[in-house]
């Protein structure tokens, strides 16, 4: 039975013998990584807060329905209890949603903050890569001239 080939050498050997400066990749991955590790902090931050309000929301809420359930002489008192609670929910309820807003707030400007401090160093990368890009083309055009001078000066004149 025939055996599948294994290219692994060859393509091995073939990269190899590009001339591949990966530092830049590895420099862009780094900074991927860190621009993720902070975003996530900012997403974990908002979530801990948001968790925090919500649990006083709810422990808040929970509090005023004691005084709902306590028994009443008179049917106005069910009303009057109801109303309190009602007004009060509706109060916890504008406090709780400003706190949310905080937090959104507070999550966006992190975000926009962290992009704009992202995209000054993916453009410092990228004008770092480009002269270096620039360096490499000089450099080669250089040993091709040089190889061309010395090949004529080796030439047999006519």
Sequence with gaps: MAKTPDFTKPFQDMLANFPVDTSSLTEAFRSQSALSERMTRVALQAAERSTEISAAWAK???????????????????AKAMS????????????HMAAYAEVAKKVQMDTVDLLLNASKDVQADAQRMAQAAS????????????????????APKV
């Design 135 to 154: 360096d490499n083309v000089q450099k080669a055009a250089r040993q091709v001239q040089d190889a061309a001078g010395a090949a004529a000066s080796k």
């Design 60 to 78: 808040d809420t929970l509090s005023r329905m004691g005084e709902l359930t306590t028994s009443k002489e008179q049917p106005s008192d069910y």
């Design 84 to 95: 309190d609670f009602a007004s009060a929910a509706a109060e916890l309820a504008a406090e």
